[in-house]
């Protein structure tokens, strides 16, 4: 979209110089032509158009160009969408704190205490490949280990531990939780395992002649220069466990909430101008959050 | 650290690793084998006899839904998915190696493609092909929708990819007479050929298991992930677990096909 504002006004700039120069100035322009124009149509278009349509009226069958804010007070002035997403932020948060502990030991791991790049490279993609198959084949995947019937549940009661199956393990918000953390953990491991092999080793060195233990160096030393992997994958992680409607329909078998889960059951009701105020509300939270992090970090840096 | 003797610290972490490799791969194989369960077999263990059943249940169009018609559809998107994510991605990451106007709000409006949650794009692009008066279709408006996905992370490594592009070795290539072309083809090209071959990898990849910014755009016809999803709720045999395991292999051949190509271009480049 800004390239075709601004091409026009480079051209006019620079009509004195010969051919080629002019050419070789337009040319980022023309080559980040193909990404605006797909990202103007498919992002920025789309999202516009929700604006507008959450200001629309609506019945059972279709929907009519108005300006109402009905919308907007059907979303922030009812309980449960207040509840829902209350749930929403609360699996962002303990999803989002579960994979930092995990993803930074694994990284941690990975960085320091593999000797050789060979073998790093060997794990790293040991973890990268399960996150490169189907989503939802992967959520299926813990009904056999959950189950009433499964895995965990009959070697339980065949060991004598619980008296019957232990019925919160599958269909319930632990049954989700624990699939977040299976489908999103890749998210942290990534950008923090790519700070910490940044590190430079003779910080460590430094800090233990300087009489540091193991313990202040990792405070002090390791944790300070790895947050800013930390905020990428905390963006990646919270940004799509609030997007979430599978993981929480699949896994909590319909016994939870979460707002893309509703915006879902809006949708298959052909209330789309609900579904898309509550998209708006959405996003400006999800961007909120967001914009929160890119304050701790600038990520330009950091690629 | 990395020559000192092993400590405690090392084997906790290895042992935590560990787990979390099981905690990985555990499932997966819990319906790799389920998908060999005998026909008289369920859902869970243990396995009633070892048959072959359930595969051959995928292909009849009775049991799953249209199994091959949405692998086809899946497959030959992921490939468009995955051709004009390189493209446009290598073509965006040369730009950004120059400044240009506007370069700062296309680059956060790539960031921004990346955390806007999948549903409001579907949302979205459904509404508008409404109101404009195209039908969706897998091949347009989910098309699209699955670039918003994948375009990001190609831009995203393209840009640390140049990041790390030693400018020395085109100034040599064009104190040796070579044309802008040249340079390119023959000296950028070669360089950045497997940083290539990952986008393309991840293009496909999250394109052939996206659902949810197909969900509202697929039109008519379901790609595989819809396909799936759609049998999370009804389907109750092992056929689900049969279409898992087929879709997770060919997953993994994907992916080792692609590590093969990247392995084979960093040998060829090592020996000229």
């Known amino acids: 979209m800004t390239v075709a504002l601004e091409r026009p006004a480079i051209a006019a700039a620079a009509p004195s110089k010969r051919g080629r120069l002019s050419l070789s100035a337009v040319t980022p322009y023309l080559q980040s032509a193909p990404l605006a124009?797909?990202?103007?149509?498919?992002?920025?278009?789309?999202?516009?158009?929700?604006?507008?349509?959450?200001?629309?009226?609506?019945?059972?069958?279709?929907?009519y160009p108005d300006f109402l804010t009905t919308?907007?007070?059907?979303?922030?002035?009812?309980?449960?969408?207040?509840?829902?997403?209350?749930?929403?932020?609360?699996?962002?948060?303990?999803?989002?704190?579960?994979?930092?502990?995990?993803?930074?030991?694994?990284?941690?791991?990975?960085?320091?205490?593999?000797?050789?790049?060979?073998?790093?490279?060997?794990?790293?993609?040991?973890?990268?490949?399960?996150?490169?198959?189907?989503?939802?084949?992967?959520?299926?995947?813990?009904?056999?280990?959950?189950?009433?019937?499964?895995?965990?549940?009959?070697?339980?009661?065949?060991?004598?531990?619980?008296?019957?199956?232990?019925?919160?393990?599958?269909?319930?918000?632990?049954?989700?939780?624990?699939?977040?953390?299976?489908?999103?953990?890749?998210?942290?491991?990534?950008?923090?395992?790519?700070?910490?092999?940044?590190?430079?080793?003779?910080?460590?060195?430094?800090?233990?002649?300087?009489?540091?233990?193991?313990?202040?160096?990792?405070?002090?030393?390791?944790?300070?220069?790895?947050?800013?992997?930390?905020?990428?994958?905390?963006?990646?992680?919270?940004t799509l466990v609030m997007a979430d409607f599978s993981t929480v329909q699949v896994m909590s078998g319909g016994q939870s909430a979460s707002v893309a889960l509703m915006m879902k059951n809006q949708m298959s009701l052909l209330q789309y101008p609900a579904a898309a105020a509550n998209a708006v509300v959405l996003l400006v939270l999800v961007l909120l959050m967001v914009a929160g992090i890119l304050r701790i970090v600038d990520i330009r840096r950091e690629l | 650290m990395s020559h000192e003797k092993r400590t405690l610290e090392f084997y906790v972490l290895a042992a935590f690793f560990t787990l979390f490799v099981l905690f990985l791969y555990g499932p997966l194989s819990a319906i790799l084998i389920l998908s060999f369960q005998g026909e008289t077999g369920g859902l869970t263990?243990?396995?009633?006899?070892?048959?072959?059943?359930?595969?051959?249940?995928?292909?009849?169009?009775?049991?799953?839904?249209?199994?091959?018609?949405?692998?086809?559809?899946?497959?030959?998107?992921?490939?468009?998915?995955?051709?004009?994510?390189?493209?446009?991605?290598?073509?965006?990451?040369?730009?950004?190696?120059?400044?240009?106007?506007?370069?700062?709000?296309?680059f956060y409006l790539a960031v921004a493609s990346l955390v806007v949650p999948s549903i409001i794009i579907s949302l979205g692009i459904g509404v508008v092909f409404q109101q404009v008066g195209f039908r969706p279709a897998w091949y347009t408006s989910a098309f699209g929708a699955h670039l918003t996905w994948t375009l990001p992370f190609g831009v995203l490594i393209m840009f640390a990819v140049f990041n790390r592009f030693s400018p020395a070795y085109e100034e040599a290539a064009r104190d040796l007479g070579a044309t802008s072309w040249q340079t390119f083809a023959h000296v950028v090209l070669p360089m950045i050929a497997p940083s290539l071959i990952g986008v393309g990898l991840f293009g496909f990849t999250l394109s052939y298991d996206e659902f949810a910014r197909t969900l509202m755009t697929s039109g008519t016809f379901n790609t595989l992930?819809?396909?799936?999803?759609?049998?999370?709720?009804?389907?109750?045999?092992?056929v689900l677990y049969a279409l898992g395991t087929v879709t997770t292999v060919f997953s993994f051949l994907v992916i080792l096909a692609t590590l093969g190509a990247i392995l084979y271009v960093g040998r060829r480049r090592a020996r000229t």
């Not at chain 1, 999803?95 to 073998?119: C, D, K, N, Q, S």
């Not at chain 1, 813990?142 to 019937?149: A, H, M, T």
């Not at chain 2, 992930?225 to 092992?238: D, S």
């Open chain 1, 37 to 63: 124009l797909i990202l103007g149509a498919f992002l920025l278009l789309p999202i516009i158009m929700i604006v507008v349509v959450s200001f629309w009226d609506y019945d059972f069958a279709a929907m």
């Open chain 2, 45 to 106: 263990f243990p396995l009633n006899g070892v048959s072959l059943h359930w595969f051959a249940n995928l292909f009849e169009r009775q049991a799953v839904g249209d199994f091959g018609g949405s692998f086809k559809r899946s497959l030959v998107l992921g490939l468009m998915v995955m051709i004009v994510t390189v493209v446009v991605s290598l073509l965006a990451g040369l730009a950004f190696r120059q400044k240009f106007r506007g370069a700062t709000a296309l």
């Open chain 1, 71 to 238: 919308n907007y007070s059907d979303v922030l002035g009812s309980w449960v969408t207040w509840k829902t997403y209350l749930n929403t932020i609360k699996f962002a948060a303990i999803v989002w704190a579960l994979t930092l502990f995990i993803g930074f030991w694994v990284a941690y791991f990975l960085a320091f205490h593999i000797r050789t790049t060979a073998m790093q490279m060997v794990l790293f993609l040991v973890c990268t490949v399960p996150f490169l198959t189907s989503n939802i084949i992967r959520m299926i995947s813990w009904i056999p280990v959950l189950g009433r019937n499964g895995l965990i549940n009959s070697t339980l009661v065949h060991m004598g531990l619980v008296p019957k199956p232990i019925e919160w393990l599958l269909y319930s918000e632990f049954a989700v939780v624990l699939a977040m953390v299976h489908l999103y953990t890749l998210f942290m491991v990534t950008p923090i395992f790519n700070t910490l092999m940044r590190i430079d080793r003779s910080l460590f060195e430094a800090a233990r002649d300087a009489g540091a233990s193991g313990w202040q160096v990792l405070w002090n030393v390791v944790i300070p220069l790895a947050k800013p992997g930390m905020a990428i994958g905390t963006i990646f992680v919270v």
């Open chain 2, 225 to 238: 992930p819809l396909e799936i999803y759609g049998m999370t709720t009804n389907v109750t045999t092992p």
